[in-house]
C-alpha cells in the first residue's frame, strides 16, 4: 500500500516537472530572484518573462493576468496563476515536493516564517531611497543604522550551522539575497558576521546555483535598476 502511493504520489510530481512555469518579473534581481534561485535548485522547467518596459506590464500583462491580485513577481501553473512573492517562493518549493524547504515541523515552519519576515524587513532597508540621486549614500547608511543591526541576531541565530535551521530552506534563500546586495554595495560591510560571509560563499557554490548563473536564464547582476 505504502508503495502504491508512493507510486501515485511520483506520477503526479513526474507529470508536474512536465508543465512548464512562467515567472514575471522586471529586468533585475528585486523580488524575482529568490523565486528564480528556488527554481533552479529545486530543478524545475520555467520560463523567464522579463519585461524591460513598464508598458508592457502596467498597460497589457497587468490587465490580462488571470489573477484577482496581478503583481510582479508572478508564477504561472497551468490555470493557476500566484503572486506576491512569499507566495511564489513557498509554492515552489511545495510544488517541487521539497516540503522541509519551509520547515519539518510547524513549529519549525513558524521560526522559518519569521526569519523570512526579518530578511524581507531588511531588504526593504536596501530599497529606501532607491529613486534619489545620492541613493548610494542613502543605501550605506541605511546597512550601517538598520540592516546590520537586524543581521547581528541573524548572525547569532546562524551561529556555526551550515544553514539556518541547520538544514536547507527557503529562509536560506532570501538570507543570500540580502547578503550579495549588500557587499555588491560594500565588500566590507559583513566583516563583523564571518558566518553570514561563509554563507553566502556556501549558498552561491551550490551546483545549481553555480550553473543558473553561467545560464542564459540570470537576467541581470542588477538589484534594482541603479545598483
Known sequence: YQRRVHGEYQLIKNIQQTIMLTLGYWNSKGRGEIPRLLLE??????????????????????????????????LIDNEQV????????????????????IGKTWQEQVTV?????????????????????????????????????????????LAEKEWLMGYFTIADAYLFFVEDFILTVDEDALNDFPNLIEHRKRFHNIQEVKDYHKSDRFVSTKFSTII
Open 113 to 157: 516564517t519569521q526569519l523570512v519576515g526579518l530578511l524581507e524587513e531588511v531588504d526593504g532597508y536596501l530599497y529606501i531611497g532607491c529613486t534619489e540621486d545620492n541613493y548610494i549614500e542613502i543605501l550605506k547608511k541605511n546597512i550601517k543604522d538598520k540592516a546590520l543591526k537586524k543581521l547581528k541576531g541573524v548572525s547569532q541565530f
Open 41 to 74: 535548485i529545486t530543478k524545475q522547467q520555467y520560463q523567464n518573462k522579463v519585461y524591460t518596459e513598464q508598458s508592457d506590464w502596467f498597460e497589457k500583462d497587468k490587465n490580462t493576468l488571470q489573477t484577482n491580485f496581478p503583481n510582479l513577481p508572478y
Open 82 to 101: 500566484i503572486t506576491e512573492s512569499r507566495a511564489v517562493a513557498e509554492y515552489i518549493v511545495l510544488r517541487a515536493g521539497c516540503t522541509e524547504m
